[in-house]
């Protein structure tokens, strides 16, 4: 995918990874592990409860200094906002309409050169009895790893944890990604 984000801008993304750096010391937050050194993956952000969540993975991608891309609904690409969350990484998805989007989203991978996606396996900052699929065939059919990232608001820590090659059995790789994610709790945590 080669449009144009905030990560491209060499002045603005030293700023912000100075700024973003500075304010997560201030206010207590610590980030651990580092971001594996591939062009292509899908990121697994998890627990996503609160719009709070967005803020953090933007500081992320600023202290990492990676250029991620994010699925983001519809609506917030309408209007002023529309350019901005496009150059902040955004891609608007409308999760009303069926429309291949997984296919659709495996041809952006095998069509760029870099390509970081980033998904909430939720699909929303509700609380949900189960996650969305689409971030795991988007994944095989890319044939790129899933890294796990997390963000745990009562330690006031994120950061990345394991790769994750699919092994094309869903239940299973789910239940180890699910597993990871188990002793971190979102801003909202139920």
Known sequence: MNHFTIFDTP??????HWLFKLILRLTGWRFEGQPPQLAKYVLIGAPHTSNWDFFYFIAMAFLYRAKVHWLGK???FKGPLGPIMRWLGGIPIDRTQRNNRVQQLVTLFHHSENFILTIAPEGTRSQVSHWKSGFYYIAVGAEVPLQLAYLDFPNKRGGFGPLI????????????IQQFFLPFKGKKAP
């Open 11 to 16: 002045v603005l993304s030293w700023f912000f």
């Open 74 to 76: 519809h609506s917030l």
């Open 165 to 176: 090659w699919p092994t094309g059995d869903f239940e299973r790789d789910l239940l180890e």
